[in-house]
T-cell receptor, first 116, second 113 residues
Framework: GAVVSQHPSWVICKSGTSVKIECRSLDFQATTMFWYRQFPKQSLMLMATSNEGSKATYEQGVEKDKFLINHASLTLSTLTVTSAHPEDSSFYIC????????????FGPGTRLTVT | GQNIDQPTEMTATEGAIVQINCTYQ??????LFWYQQHAGEAPTFLSY????GLEEKGRFSSFLSRSKGYSYLLLKELQMKDSASYLCAVRMHGSSNTGKLIFGQGTTLQVKP
């Protein structure tokens, strides 16, 4: 089956610093990637939709200047949390769609971010 | 707005059958997914319904009624490893929403011996 990886799997950073999270589709080309955030005991909240070669589409309430998304190739999307604060501590999960006609999203294993 | 409702928690006994319900009111609909998620892990795909009716896959079945905005996930012969969160997600419709999923809050299922 299709595999999506994320790196790093967990990261601890100090308040005010920036953190980059990578999402890669390993054995397929992803036309679209999605970034989700999940707080403890809550469900996945979609943050943004990322299409290769174009600007990401952010969901209402998500600051695009704080959560920078770059989808530079068909196999890589990155999420950079800028000037991180403790309230940004969360589980960040990406998913990838193989094509616009595909219905199944393939999820990465997630990245646990802790901001101290 | 988008609204997807699931029970927060459920408890069932090993070997039994459990039904997890999901009701939705969304501005668009292009299919409904069920995912299983263990704590600290990514969701794993269980089922996808786009037409009304029942889809069966081993111990897991999923039902959809589009007119009622209702779905359920049925788990048979429960095993301890089925203890997890079960997420209902609606796939949105429209070219600007390609593949976009809206998730319910998830149902935490605890299977007891």
């Amino acid at each position: 089956g299709a595999v999506v990886s994320q790196h790093p799997s967990w990261v601890i950073c100090k308040s005010g610093t920036s953190v980059k999270i990578e999402c890669r589709s390993l054995d397929f080309q992803a036309t679209t990637m999605f970034w989700y955030r999940q707080f403890p005991k809550q469900s996945l909240m979609l943050m943004a939709t990322s299409n290769e070669g174009s600007k990401a589409t952010y969901e209402q309430g998500v600051e695009k200047d704080k959560f920078l998304i770059n989808h530079a190739s068909l196999t890589l999307s990155t999420l950079t949390v800028t000037s991180a604060h403790p309230e940004d501590s969360s589980f960040y999960i990406c998913s990838a769609l193989a094509s616009s006609s595909s219905y199944e999203q393939y999820f990465g294993p997630g990245t646990r971010l802790t901001v101290t | 707005g988008q609204n997807i409702d699931q029970p927060t928690e459920m408890t069932a006994t090993e070997g039994a059958i459990v039904q997890i319900n999901c009701t939705y009111q969304t501005s668009g609909f292009n299919g409904l997914f069920w995912y299983q998620q263990h704590a600290g892990e990514a969701p794993t795909f269980l089922s996808y319904n786009v037409l009304d009716g029942l889809e069966e896959k081993g111990r897991f079945s999923s039902f959809l009624s589009r007119s009622k905005g209702y779905s359920y996930l049925l788990l048979k012969e429960l095993q301890m490893k089925d203890s997890a969160s079960y997420l209902c997600a609606v796939r949105m419709h429209g070219s600007s929403n390609t593949g976009k999923l809206i998730f319910g809050q998830g149902t935490t299922l605890q299977v007891k011996p």
